[in-house]
Antibody, heavy 124, light 107 residues
C-alpha cells in the first residue's frame, strides 16, 4: 500500500519561501510509471494543481505559479520536495502530495494516492 | 486553462434515493475526467476516471457518464457515508483543473 506524508513548517512569513517535503512509502518514486504531484486547497475552497515531478526529475507546473515553484526528488530518501517563493496570504492552504497514476485509455492525470495534507499559513 | 463548473453547489437528497451531480468543462476534455470524494479533514479519494470507470474499491452504486464538455456522477441508493463533497477534475490539458465542488447533504 502506497503511503504519502507531507511535512514542513506550518507558518511562513509573507515574502518568504514555503518548503515542504513528501515522504513516500510502499513504492519507489523512481520506479517509473508514476508522476508525483502537489495540489493545494485553501480553507473551504476547491483544489488547485500546483505541479508534478517524475522520478528522473522532469517537472511540469501550473503556469499561474510556475515562476515561484520549484520541485525536486531525492530518490535515496524516496522523497519529493516543493518550494514556493515570495508567498502571500493567498498561498495559505492545505498542501497535498499525491501519486499521479496512468490509465491505458486516458493516460496520466489520475490522483490515486494522497497524503493527509499539511496546513501552511502565511502570516507575519 | 480549462474551467470546470459543477452544479449544483449543494444538493439535498434523502438516504436511499439517487443523486445526480453535474460537471461542465469550458472546452472539450474528451473522456479525461475524474471524480473525487472528500470527507471533512481528509484528502480527496479517487472515485471515477475516464468519465465512467470506477476506481478500485468504489461501490457499484457510483456511476459516471459523459464526454466532451458535459459529465454526470450518479449515486444510487444513497448511504449515510455518501453525504460528502464531490469534485470533478479534467486531465486532458495542462494545467489540470478541478471544479469547485458539490456538497451532497441529507434532506
Amino acid at each position: 500500500q502506497v503511503q504519502l506524508q507531507e511535512s514542513g513548517p506550518g507558518l511562513v512569513k509573507p515574502s518568504q519561501t514555503l518548503s515542504l517535503t513528501c515522504t513516500v512509502s510502499g513504492g519507489s518514486i523512481s520506479g517509473g510509471r508514476y508522476f508525483w504531484g502537489w495540489i493545494r486547497q485553501p480553507a473551504g475552497k476547491g483544489l488547485e494543481w500546483i505541479g508534478r515531478i517524475y522520478g528522473t526529475g522532469s517537472t511540469n507546473s501550473n503556469p499561474s505559479l510556475k515562476s515561484r515553484v520549484t520541485m525536486s526528488v531525492d530518490t535515496a530518501k524516496n522523497q519529493l520536495s516543493l518550494t514556493l517563493s515570495s508567498v502571500t496570504a493567498a498561498d495559505t492552504a492545505v498542501y497535498y502530495c499525491a501519486r499521479e497514476g496512468y490509465d491505458i485509455l486516458t493516460g496520466y492525470g489520475l490522483f490515486d494516492y494522497w497524503g493527509q495534507g499539511t496546513l501552511v499559513t502565511v502570516s507575519s | 486553462e480549462i474551467v470546470m463548473t459543477q452544479s449544483p453547489a449543494t444538493l439535498s437528497v434523502s438516504p436511499g434515493e439517487r443523486a445526480t451531480l453535474s460537471c461542465r468543462a469550458s472546452q472539450s476534455v474528451s473522456s479525461n475526467l475524474a471524480w473525487y470524494q472528500q470527507k471533512p479533514g481528509q484528502a480527496p479519494r479517487l472515485l471515477m476516471y475516464g468519465a465512467s470507470t470506477r476506481a478500485t474499491g468504489v461501490p457499484a452504486r457510483f456511476s459516471g457518464s459523459g464526454s466532451g464538455t458535459e459529465f454526470t456522477l450518479t449515486i444510487s441508493g444513497l448511504q449515510s457515508e455518501d453525504f460528502e463533497v464531490y469534485y470533478c477534475q479534467q486531465y486532458n490539458n495542462w494545467p489540470y483543473t478541478f471544479g469547485q465542488g458539490t456538497k451532497l447533504e441529507i434532506k
